[in-house]
């Protein structure tokens, strides 16, 4: 399935690669792992009717350069975020965050003291114990990962895959997300970002997320066997004004199950967004 992103933008580390859609107010679309802004690829043609929408891979994935020695940690991340916002010229976006895509645009936010106008997050890593499962079992044995016969390796990313999402891919759907890890150079670029993500580089901010002042939204799937309903618990508890909102059905990949769902959240106006959809919810808060 053809998804290109056309532009380069340099960072110490590698060339990030990005696109731009549309026109209107900015909105930003920031990806998680072991993704890539491919997952936007129905969300951002949508919202790009009203708005100018941003996407990207980040480094070390996707279209993105991929290499040894990169620094593919949370921190690099979100400092290489901030540059793109500079590069764009973007003062006060709305930012969509999911998975470690939620971390990276609270670091940016908190650390990297770059501005949003509001902010999204779903399925969102973001604070909190969630060095857990296959994750933790790559951060502690990653040598031996990393010498996985390739059909092992395959199978396993597949497979990890597959268990974000509650509805299923379609055949040529998995096969996109699997392109960027297979052989060589691929099964050691996914390990290399997987050994890298800390959660010392959330728990570096948790004590901001409370005087957090601009809109922010809680979206999540009930059946997330990635990061459980818990999760966004722990994260509306300590941002307290956030709206939180549940999708029936769905797991931690909400562009694959639910994006009709999804963007009528991200799109003013809808249903979910207007005074209506916030009664029916019991969320008081003005988007």
Not at 131 to 141: A, S, V
Not at 231 to 238: C, D, F, P, T, V
Request: contains cysteine; charged residues 25%; hydrophobic residues 40%.
């Amino acid at each position: 399935m053809k998804w290109t992103l056309g532009e380069e933008f340099e960072t110490p580390d590698g060339t990030v690669r990005w696109r731009r859609l549309g026109s209107g107010d900015p909105v930003v679309l920031v990806h998680g792992t072991p993704y890539s802004s491919f997952l936007w690829r129905d969300i951002a043609p949508a919202l790009a009717r009203t708005r100018t929408v941003f996407v990207f891979d980040h480094l070390g994935f996707g279209q993105s350069d991929q290499r040894e020695g990169q620094d593919l940690s949370l921190a690099a991340h979100a400092r290489n975020f901030a540059r793109l916002l500079d590069h764009w010229e973007l003062s006060c976006p709305s930012v969509v965050a999911h998975d470690i895509g939620g971390a990276v645009a609270l670091r940016t936010l908190l650390l990297e003291e770059r501005s949003y106008r509001d902010l999204t997050l779903f399925d969102a890593v973001s604070g909190g114990e969630w060095e857990r499962g296959l994750f933790q079992l790559i951060l502690e044995h990653a040598e031996v990962f990393q010498q996985l016969p390739d059909y092992a390796h395959e199978a396993l990313v597949a497979s990890h895959l597959r268990h974000a999402t509650h509805v299923g891919f379609r055949p040529e759907v998995l096969d996109t997300f699997l392109a960027p890890w297979r052989a060589a150079a691929g099964q050691a670029a996914f390990y290399r970002q997987y050994s890298q993500i800390r959660q010392a580089d959330t728990a570096a901010y948790e004590h901001l997320l409370g005087g957090m002042s601009l809109p922010v939204r809680l979206i999540w799937g009930r059946e997330d066997r990635i990061l459980p309903p818990e999760y966004a618990e722990w994260l509306h508890e300590r941002i307290p004004h956030a709206e939180l909102h549940w999708i029936e059905g769905a797991g931690h990949l909400l562009q694959e199950d639910a994006p009709g769902q999804l963007l009528a959240y991200l799109t003013p106006g809808s249903p979910q967004t207007g005074e209506e959809g916030r009664r029916e919810r019991g969320v008081a808060r003005r988007w």
